[in-house]
Antibody, heavy 119, light 110 residues
Framework: QLQLQESGPGLVKPSETLSLTCTVS??????????WGWIRQPPGKGLEWIGS???????YYNPSLKSRVTISVDTSKNQFSLKLSSVTAADTAVYYC???????????WGQGTLVTVSS | QSVLTQPPSVSAAPGQKVTISCSGS????????VSWYQQLPGTAPKLLIY???KRPSGIPDRFSGSKSGTSATLGITGLQTGDEADYYC???????????FGGGTKLTVL
């Protein structure tokens, strides 16, 4: 059974860079049929797609966040990572890592990790 | 403001049927597959429907999906109290080059 697990700091200061890693177990991140990505959910609000990466390294970002987002993959560790720069309180959210099929459905989600932006 | 429009809430009695709508445009629902997700309180979303009307293994046939033009619908029959959750539609938007979601619909089983 595929499992995804987010890890990283739960508290980030304003203007700094948020960094999270997703570790994939029970399957290979190098599968050609899937993308790997990040989705966030501010407290009490809806889902927002941040971006996705293919195992080859090709990336796709939400245009509204593109200038601040970097997603990378490490196939040797079966991990992928998110960096979001210049964070503000508006970036406070539960961050989910997820696997996305080519037809865009997200079939596996991590449990989510709350990241709070505060000084 | 979400790209896809869902009603904020729906409600129905146990055993009844409910439908949740998701309205978009030709750049998203009109030309791409739609997925539906169930998010129980305090948990990660779970895939209910993919490719407009397909159910992943383990999802009961009480859940169904359909698409017509630029709108999609999630149907749930035989409502149970355990179905109380937030439901989201999602699809690719070819104009934005982004995965987009509806704002979510809270289902209450009275």
């Amino acid at each position: 059974q595929l499992q995804l697990q987010e890890s990283g700091p739960g508290l980030v200061k304003p203007s700094e860079t948020l960094s999270l890693t997703c570790t994939v177990s029970g399957g290979s991140i190098s599968s050609s049929s899937y993308y790997w990505g990040w989705i966030r959910q501010p407290p009490g609000k809806g889902l927002e797609w941040i971006g996705s990466i293919y195992y080859s390294g090709s990336t796709y970002y939400n245009p509204s966040l593109k200038s601040r987002v970097t997603i990378s993959v490490d196939t040797s560790k079966n991990q992928f990572s998110l960096k979001l720069s210049s964070v503000t309180a508006a970036d406070t959210a539960v961050y989910y890592c997820a696997r996305r099929a080519v037809t865009t459905s997200i079939d596996y989600w991590g449990q989510g990790t709350l990241v709070t932006v505060s000084s | 403001q979400s790209v896809l429009t869902q009603p904020p809430s729906v409600s129905a009695a146990p055993g009844q049927k409910v439908t949740i709508s998701c309205s978009g445009s030709s750049s998203n629902i009109g030309n791409n597959y739609v997925s539906w997700y169930q998010q129980l309180p305090g948990t990660a979303p779970k895939l209910l429907i993919y490719d407009n009307n397909k159910r992943p293994s383990g999802i009961p046939d009480r859940f169904s999906g359909s698409k017509s033009g630029t709108s999609a619908t999630l149907g749930i029959t035989g409502l149970q109290t355990g179905d109380e959750a937030d439901y989201y539609c999602g699809t690719w938007d070819s104009s934005l080059s982004a995965l987009v979601f509806g704002g979510g619909t809270k289902l209450t089983v009275l």
